[in-house]
């Protein structure tokens, strides 16, 4: 196990009716809140009335920017960042999901610098000060709630580009899985697909080959990422299927569970942050297709890592590394299947002819990350592999496939 040091500040509140908790939390930071929220749900189902009356009760004055999109667009971070600093807000509070804590995130960056927004995710300006930020969560998946990345999308150039700092650690976070709970299924299995995809860029590309205590980690909340959400999905209102959900995706990506593994990289999110920064695509739908893709595509290389997974997830007991490996992809694609995920580029809407489009635009997010074994060739090489459909004898794969968008 390399060194490490393991810091999170954020504060979770979880539980029933932790939501009322949100207007007391934020006002400790600052007495002029900016919300920040999406486009219509958070008003349908009666979450904003709940926010928005306990942040008033608390003595917050509110400014509201609402309309972040499922995939978070600069655009829209810029405007919010002017309401904030017109607004003078001392605390920006997110109601939502993780596009929504990420646009939060990005204003709360922007707020007191000059230069772009931008030039964070470039890697052409460090950050040095952020205002406080508190969080309700409705989404359960990206873990934005409780670590220090945000991830938006540059129309203008189209560049889907990811960056982290300490400074960006939500103050208090509300964990609410009653919150969750109208969260439609696509949505409910993207969020699972997309922190199974957290944790697998930390379980298959670890430097370090000797960590048992996280590798048991992981792979138990992979297990329960796939559990929760057949249980949500079985029964929307399942209260302790949703906090599972919720709490694995958020200890997916708080810090924990990549302690002591030494360098790590996210070839698999590079890639999908091109495919949904060039065609729009939800984030977990992009990462269903991409992991199985990568897997594919690494399965020679990594047979032993997978098919050490494999026998702890689903119990394969073959002696030949490379038959378990296989195995545990088909698997894993069944469990895909059996949550009506996309498989392919093609159940995507993608066409196989995009695919040097894809891998070309992975060049700036791959410098910036320092991926420099990710080029456009390899990308290329691992598109392919996301073009055919699962082996018939894999198994019977359930589902109609969806198109996205």
Known sequence: MHNFVFHNPTKILFGQGTVEAIGPETRAWGRRALLVYGRSSLKRHGLYQRILASLQAAGLEVAEHGDVRANPVLTHARQGIDKARAWQAEVIVAAGGGSVIDTAKAIAAGVSVE???????????????????????????????????????????????????RLLHPKTSILDPQATCTVPPDQTAFGAIDAISHLLEFYLTAADPDTPVQDRLMEGLIENSMVACDRCLRDPLDYHGRANLMWTTCLALNGLTAAGLGRVGFPMHLIEHSLSALYDVPHGAGMAVVVLGWLRAQQTVLAQRIAGLG???????????????????????????????????????????????????????????????????????????????????????????????
Not at 117 to 138: N, Y
Not at 335 to 358: E, H, K, Q, Y
């Open 115 to 165: 230069h772009d927004v931008w030039k964070f995710f470039t890697g052409k300006k460090s950050l040095k000060a952020a205002l406080p930020v508190t969080t309700v969560l409705t989404l359960a998946g990206s873990g934005s709630e409780m670590n220090s990345g945000m991830v938006l999308t540059n129309e203008g150039t189209g560049e889907k580009f990811g960056f982290g700092h």
């Open 311 to 405: 026998r702890r997830l689903f119990g394969l007991d073959e002696p030949d590394p490379q038959l378990v490996a296989a195995r545990t992809i088909a698997r894993f694609a069944q469990w895909l299947a059996s949550v009506n995920a996309p498989l392919t580029l093609g159940d995507l809407g993608i066409p196989a002819a995009d695919i040097p489009r894809i891998a070309d635009n992975t060049r700036g997010l791959a410098r910036v990350w320092r991926l420099a074994d990710s080029t456009p060739e390899r990308v290329a090489a691992i598109l392919r592999h996301c073009l055919a459909r699962p082996d018939a004898d894999n198994g019977n794969l359930p589902g109609e496939w969806r198109h996205y968008p």
